[in-house]
Nanobody, 123 residues
Framework: QVRLMESGGGLVQAGGSLRLSCAAS????????MGWFRQAPGKEREFVAA????????YYTDSVKGRYTIARDNARNTVYLQMNSLKPEDTAVYYC????????????????WGQGTQVTVSS
């Protein structure tokens, strides 16, 4: 059973930056594609970013392209989401996710989810 634990959320002013981390355990990390999703109040959970075992295959939703970067440290079993130029509309609970297939992440149907971490961007 894969377990995912997010950290790094918080309150930041518009234009600021945050880096989310997600520590994975219970599986062979390098065999999993990793991703991030978010859910804003009153909205459905949406795909944010995903990557395969290396940075050669990364995907982003259009609204975060050029501002967010997903990265992973396979030695530390950790995936990161660097978020720059944050906007109030980025406010959401951010979830880490994992799946054996990158396509399942990009199609928003991963096998494993974290508990989420709150990101609040003030205007």
């Amino acid at each position: 059973q894969v377990r995912l634990m997010e950290s790094g959320g918080g309150l930041v002013q518009a234009g600021g930056s945050l880096r989310l981390s997600c520590a994975a355990s219970g599986g062979t990390f390098i065999t999993f594609a990793m991703g991030w999703f978010r859910q804003a109040p009153g909205k459905e959970r949406e795909f944010v970013a995903a990557m395969g075992w290396s940075a050669a295959n990364t995907y982003y939703t259009d609204s975060v392209k050029g501002r967010y970067t997903i990265a992973r440290d396979n030695a530390r079993n950790t995936v990161y989401l660097q978020m720059n130029s944050l906007k109030p509309e980025d406010t959401a609970v951010y979830y880490c996710a994992a799946d054996s297939h990158l396509s399942d992440l990009t199609q928003s149907r991963p096998d494993y989810w974290g508990q989420g971490t709150q990101v609040t961007v003030s205007s």
